[in-house]
């Protein structure tokens, strides 16, 4: 279930508002559908609006990952701890770049 906020400007333009939790749950349908590319600029503009968010960074990263894009992926995943050995297996190469 969808929790909708609106957001009234200046101009009394009504300006539809999402929390991170619904735009997540869009880019996974995206995902699903096969539209990675355009579920990564999602990706990569929610980044942008919520730089602390460590979701978006491993979501980001899986994505990549999962197309193969394996330095892109280190990329996103730098700042987490390695837990997985693919994790580490990327961070790796990446610190051998």
Not at 3 to 12: D, E, G, H, R
Not at 48 to 55: F, I, K, L, N, S
Request: hydrophobic share 40%; net charge neutral; glycine share 4%.
């Amino acid at each position: 279930m969808y929790l909708y906020f609106y957001k009234f400007t200046a101009n009394y333009q009504i300006i539809f508002v999402m929390d991170l939790k619904d735009k997540l749950f869009e880019i996974d349908v995206e995902i699903n559908k096969g539209l990675k590319l355009r579920a990564a600029d999602r990706l990569k503009n929610l980044l942008g609006h919520y730089p602390d968010e460590p979701q978006i960074r491993f979501k980001l990263a899986e994505l990549y990952y999962e197309s193969g894009f394996y330095d892109a992926a280190g990329k996103y995943w730098i700042l987490t701890e390695p837990d997985e050995e693919r994790i580490k297996n990327v961070l790796k190469c990446m610190r051998n770049l």
